[in-house]
């Protein structure tokens, strides 16, 4: 299975929305994560069966999609927010978003 | 708190070895899925290996099968990475994770260590 992720920089302003797409090759029904990494910083998972928020992540994050288009959204951007995020399905990772102001 | 601290990464020669260990705390190490998981410098995430809770069922990518050996030992809570014939594009650096569900989910991950491969 690939995954693709679009697009591949988003550039916005703190209080914006943000909306990450991952397309996969085939179905994969919910069976997907997110997760942000910082700069230098380990991967956090987000979210995962697609739509489950992590422990402690805050609501502004939320997950969607089945079968094969899932989108992350971010509802308004908090400064910490600006980093790469990554889709995973088992054991492939898609490309990654960079989410820049 | 769950704690997940990688060590043992360093510069070697292509085709060399290295072993990586990975100590974990703040939870029942012998419940979970570990996995180790890599990234290239500037790349993307590369899952690399997987060991169930007993130490005997194994996954691995392709491209360090034969090469590369994932094990634990449950006693000390100690995940760990034999890696021999190591080549360049092994250079990365390469985390521990915590595994939950049957879809290899990573919910808590060390701070990684970075392995460099030189020719």
């Known amino acids: 299975i690939v995954l693709t992720q679009s697009p591949a920089t988003l550039s916005l302003s703190p209080g914006e929305r943000a909306t990450l797409s991952c397309r996969a090759s085939?179905?994969?029904?919910?069976?997907i994560a997110w997760y942000q990494q910082k700069r230098g910083q380990a991967p956090r998972l987000l979210i995962y069966d697609a739509s489950s928020r992590a422990t402690g992540i805050p609501a502004r994050f939320s997950g969607s999609g089945s079968g094969t288009d899932f989108t992350l959204t971010i509802s308004s951007l908090e400064p910490e927010d600006f980093a790469v995020y990554y889709c995973?399905?088992?054991?492939?990772f898609g490309q990654g978003t960079k989410v820049e102001i | 708190e769950v704690q997940l601290v990688e060590s043992g990464g360093g510069v070697v020669q292509t085709g060399g070895s290295l072993r990586l260990s990975c100590a974990a705390s703040g939870f029942t190490f012998s419940n979970y899925w570990m996995s180790w998981v890599r990234q290239a410098p500037g790349k993307g995430l590369e899952w690399v290996a997987n060991l169930e809770e007993n130490g005997n069922y194994k996954q691995y990518v392709d491209s360090v099968k034969g090469r590369f050996t994932i094990s634990r030992d449950n006693a000390r809570d100690s995940l760990f990475l034999q890696m021999n014939s190591l080549r360049v594009e092994d250079t990365a650096v390469y985390y521990c994770?915590?595994?939950?569900?049957?879809?290899?989910?990573?919910?808590?991950w060390g701070q990684g260590t970075l392995v460099t491969v030189s020719s």
């Open positions: 085939q179905s994969v029904s919910t069976y």
């Open positions: 995973q399905q088992a054991k492939t």
């Open positions: 994770a915590r595994v939950i569900t049957a879809h290899d989910y990573g919910d808590h």
